[in-house]
């Protein structure tokens, strides 16, 4: 029993290979209910939860709890687009509030499988995971992960000066004219 438990957890972890519509759902399912928990008792501890007192460190062990299931979200994800034949980028859709999670569902929730293309190398299968057979680095590959590494980068400096920069100065515009409320009463 705890070796199926293992071999769905390592799936559940694992960015490779391709999942079913039900997989999907079943995996959002579950990581919806265990974040609205953790919201309630470990971020949000405002309101009486059922661990009575709030727990030490309840954000911190919160967010951890969090990133971890971001992680299996994008994980099932990625591995439902590949069954769909869409690149994995596809994925950095997901994050984004409403245009991406309307996106994410009817992509990867109501669209069905497609057949693996010709040209995908066979999938060799070691438990639960999927891993493609080794491929010769070509120039062309080679290029294609410079510019992937490169975007990366890029995306990474775009998020930590939007995320962790002071915002620059405002430019501050003042009227000639004032509004009678501001105006005092002359009378």
């Not at 994800?77 to 769909?84: A, E, M, N």
């Not at 040209?119 to 060799?124: A, H, L, S, V, Y």
């Not at 620059?168 to 009678?180: A, D, T, Y």
């Amino acid at each position: 029993m705890l070796a199926i438990l293992f071999s769905h957890l390592a799936r559940a972890l694992w960015f490779g290979g391709r999942s079913g519509r039900l997989e999907w759902w079943i995996v959002h399912a579950i990581v919806s209910a265990l974040t609205k928990a953790n919201t309630d008792l470990l971020i949000e501890p405002s309101r009486p939860t059922i661990l009575g007192a709030p727990v030490p460190n309840g954000l911190l062990i919160g967010v951890l709890i969090m990133v971890a299931l971001f992680w299996v979200s994008a994980a099932s994800i990625v591995r439902r687009l590949r069954d769909r034949n869409k690149s994995a980028w596809w994925a950095l859709l997901y994050p984004w509030p409403i245009i991406g999670w309307g996106w994410c569902v009817i992509e990867c929730g109501f669209l069905a499988g497609r057949a693996p293309p010709p040209e995908e190398p066979e999938m060799e299968v070691s438990g639960p995971v999927q891993r493609r057979r080794n491929r010769p680095w070509t120039p062309a590959r080679i290029a294609r992960t410079a510019g992937n590494a490169v975007g990366l980068t890029l995306l990474a400096l775009f998020l930590y000066k939007w995320f962790f920069e002071p915002p620059g100065k405002l430019p501050v515009f003042k009227s000639e004219f004032k509004s009678e409320l501001e105006a005092p009463a002359e009378q």
